[in-house]
T-cell receptor, first 117, second 111 residues
C-alpha cells in the first residue's frame, strides 16, 4: 500500500521556538494532504487541508499565522508551528489521498509528537 | 467539528470474546472507515465501507453500515490481547475529503 512518512517522529522544544514537521508521500503523488491534531486520550481533529501549489484551507479556530502550511510539491507538505507554547503540545498527524489508489482511501503518517516546555 | 460518536467509549473484555463497537454520524457520507490506534502511535486503517454497501468482512473484522440510521458497527471476533487499542470511525463526505473522526472506543482485551 501507499506510504506516508513524517519527520520528526518526536520533538521537544522550548516555548517561543518554531518547529517544522514534514509529511511526505513516498510512492504516490498527493495533490491534497490533511493535517490533524490529537490531544491525549482524544480523537483527531482536522486542522487544515493542504493543497499543492495553493494556500491551505484552515478549519475554524485554527490560526493560520501560527500553523504555517506549505505544500511545495506533490510529495511534500510541511507544517510549521510558530512561537510554540506548551498548549501546542500534541500529536500531529498528516494524511494523503492517492488518486492512483482510487477515491476514499487515505494514508496516514505515523505522527509527530510535539512537546513544548 | 466531530461527526462520529462511538459507543461505548471504553470496553473491556476477555481474550476470545467478541467486541462490538458502534458509531453514529450526522450527515451524508461517501464512505465510512475504521481505524485502530495503539497508545501513542499512528493510525492503522482497518476497513472502508462505501455508502452503497451494507456489510464488509476482513479477517476477524466485520463492519456494517446502515445509512438510514446513520450508524456503523465494528465487530472483532475471537479477540486477542494484541487487539487492545483505541478504535475510531471516520466519515468521508465525498471521497478523498478530510475525514471526520469520532471520539473513539478504548478496547482492552484481557488475557
Amino acid at each position: 500500500g501507499a506510504v506516508v512518512s513524517q519527520h520528526p517522529s518526536r520533538v521537544i522544544c522550548k516555548s517561543g521556538t518554531s518547529v517544522k514537521i514534514e509529511c511526505r508521500s513516498l510512492d504516490f503523488q498527493a495533490t491534497t494532504m490533511f493535517w490533524y491534531r490529537q490531544f491525549p486520550k482524544k480523537s483527531l481533529m482536522l486542522m487544515a487541508t493542504s493543497n499543492e501549489g495553493s494556500k491551505a484551507t484552515y478549519e475554524q479556530g485554527v490560526e493560520k499565522d501560527k500553523f504555517l502550511i506549505n505544500h511545495a510539491s506533490l510529495t511534500l507538505s510541511t507544517l510549521t508551528v510558530t512561537s510554540a507554547h506548551p498548549e501546542d503540545s500534541s500529536f500531529y498527524i498528516c494524511s494523503a489521498g492517492s488518486r492512483r489508489q482510487g477515491s476514499g482511501t487515505q494514508y496516514f503518517g505515523p505522527g509527530t509528537r510535539l512537546t513544548v516546555l | 467539528s466531530q461527526q462520529g460518536e462511538e459507543d461505548p467509549q471504553a470496553l473491556s473484555i476477555q481474550e476470545g470474546e467478541n467486541a462490538t463497537m458502534n458509531c453514529s454520524y450526522k450527515t451524508s457520507i461517501n464512505n465510512l472507515q475504521w481505524y485502530r490506534q495503539n497508545s501513542g502511535r499512528g493510525l492503522v486503517h482497518l476497513i472502508l465501507i462505501r455508502s452503497n454497501e451494507r456489510e464488509k468482512h476482513s479477517g476477524r473484522l466485520r463492519v456494517t453500515l446502515d445509512t438510514s440510521k446513520k450508524s456503523s458497527s465494528l465487530l472483532i471476533t475471537a479477540s486477542r490481547a494484541a487487539d487492545t487499542a483505541s478504535y475510531f470511525c471516520a466519515t468521508d463526505a465525498q471521497g478523498n475529503t478530510p475525514l471526520v473522526f469520532g471520539k473513539g472506543t478504548r478496547l482492552s482485551v484481557i488475557a
